[in-house]
């Protein structure tokens, strides 16, 4: 019989004798990593992306080229309380996480018990996606919060059996979809919940259901109304991504590995755990809950899976799905107790989790606040979050150096970031190839085509010809670029006076693409 307002879903037997999480340990965490947040997007200099996002925010549009509007509607908001700076533009991201944490403990409440609602919000904080990135202002973060929003209301009508939740799931899953387009997967989960568990089949004949979805495609219309102002160039770009590539499994290990390191490792052992409980069978306490969690999360997780089949997957796309499979994880962590050996080994791994998070934030904070470790370019991946401020000066130095009136870069990433770490000094920046990136924004001044310009070019990536040619004249006038150990030059960057652009520049590009 299907669930009704008088027959709602078996909360199944509360949690057994595994040890309980108090939820006001689980909100000293999430608060004390709320912190370590706020003190790295203060010290952390902007990601190119971050930048990019930032540009957005100064002109709040219904859509941009590479993501609907959402991350530069929350820079937007941060930017007017906390101003144009770092912590400005990341603020948002960083209540978002605290938000989500609110949504997801009561999902837990809906679906499960306390004990397990406390464990997936504690866990949820410490998944190493969190703990170390949530501090970055990236459309993954309304993403996460919204989708999250979605499945709450989701779980409130699967308990309660009230059809007018399903107005809620699609306000929030639209709100999710024009934040990025990953979230238009959790349609698909929506849909596999209901046919995987035949007694929630019948909200197919459902009018709310309908009702839902069509408030969700309402919610998603700036969305399509801006790509079809401009040729769908959004959907063209983001879902042709496969398009020119083959078969190639290169990438599988990094997806699989990276998600575990991300999740946590120990977090993920869970997360394993939760689904072999799910394939064992109807005895197991819980099981029709933890299936209908990862349900809604698996078409996106399978469509990564083959995406790494083709290309890299990076590491945050995969955020939506971080509080299903947390929930998940924690109930497989309070219903199955092992026995003998794995007993004494589960109980380390549930103890272990938090520290891991917590050591990692920690450690982030206290390697950008020491004085012995300034240069973060020497450590991987943080080398994006450091020394761009420093390159800016060194841009415009030789820009003052060459008698150039304004800049001219190859990628949005470089134009974006010497546009803020710039923007006291007034100097005009424009990328001078795919200008579609640009149209939410006014057009340079035309009288900047009359004076000369400092051509950066990527030493590495770019061909100059490609670019000089669009100019009348060209003088190389130096290499600079990020400085990472050992005075090692990163990402160098070749400097070009030039003047004499083509009168198209700024509405065409250099590539003659609009």
Request: proline share 5%.
């Amino acid at each position: 019989m299907a669930p009704t307002e008088t027959q709602p879903l078996d909360r199944g037997t509360p949690s057994g004798r595994v040890e309980t999480i108090p939820i006001l340990v689980a909100i000293a965490v999430a608060l004390a990593l709320a912190a370590c947040h706020v003190l790295i997007a203060i010290r952390a200099e902007l990601h190119p992306t971050e930048a990019y996002y930032w540009l957005w925010s100064r002109y709040p549009a219904i859509s941009y080229y590479d993501h609907p509007p959402m991350v530069a509607w929350w820079i937007w908001a941060g930017t007017q309380i906390f101003g144009t700076t770092t912590l400005g533009i990341r603020i948002a991201s960083i209540l978002s996480v605290l938000a989500t944490s609110a949504v997801l403990y009561a999902t837990g409440r809906v679906l499960f018990d306390r004990a397990v609602a406390a464990r997936a919000t504690l866990w949820f904080n410490v998944t190493l996606l969190a703990a170390l990135g949530g501090f970055v202002a990236t459309p993954d973060a309304p993403s996460a919060f919204f989708w999250a929003l979605s499945f709450l209301c989701l779980a409130l009508v699967l308990r309660t059996g009230r059809g007018a939740w399903w107005l809620a799931v699609g306000l929030f899953a639209g709100l999710g979809a024009i934040s990025k387009y990953t979230d238009l997967f959790l349609g698909l989960g929506i849909v596999l919940a209901l046919v995987v568990d035949r007694d929630l089949r019948h909200w197919f004949a459902s009018p709310w259901l309908w009702a839902g979805g069509a408030l969700a495609l309402a919610a998603f219309s700036p969305v399509l109304l801006w790509n079809d102002e401009h040729d769908w160039a959004s959907f063209a770009f983001q879902f042709g991504r496969l398009a020119d590539t083959g078969f190639s499994p290169s990438h599988l290990a990094d997806y699989v590995g990276g998600q575990i390191a991300l999740l946590n490792p120990f977090v993920a052992v869970f997360a394993a755990l939760g689904i072999i409980l799910w394939i064992r069978g109807p005895s197991v306490r819980w099981r029709r809950e933890i299936g209908f969690s990862l349900a809604t999360v698996a078409p996106l997780i399978l469509y990564m899976l083959f995406h790494a089949t083709h290309d890299r997957v990076d590491g945050g796309w995969l955020a939506p799905v971080y509080p299903a499979v947390a929930l998940s994880a924690a109930a497989a962590a309070q219903s199955f107790e092992g026995s003998g050996a794995w007993r004494g080994l589960l109980r380390f791994i549930r103890r272990a989790a938090t520290p891991v998070g917590i050591a990692a934030a920690l450690g982030l904070v206290g390697f950008l606040y020491s004085p012995a470790t300034r240069l973060a370019g020497q450590f991987g991946n943080l080398s994006a979050f450091s020394g761009w401020s420093r390159l800016a000066s060194d841009v415009d130095a030789m820009r003052l150096k060459a008698g150039a009136d304004w800049i001219a870069t190859d990628n949005y990433r470089t134009a974006a970031l010497l546009s803020f770490y710039l923007r006291d000094r007034h100097v005009v920046v424009a990328q001078v190839n795919e200008r579609i990136r640009y149209v939410f924004e006014p057009l340079p001044d035309a009288s900047l085509l009359k004076e000369p310009a400092l051509l950066l070019l990527r030493g590495r990536l770019t061909t100059p010809t490609d670019y000089t040619r669009c100019f009348g004249a060209t003088e190389k006038v130096g290499t600079l670029g990020r400085m990472g150990r050992a005075g090692r030059l990163l990402e160098p960057i070749d400097g070009f006076r030039v003047d004499r652009p083509i009168a198209h520049i700024f509405q065409a590009g250099c590539d003659g693409q609009p």
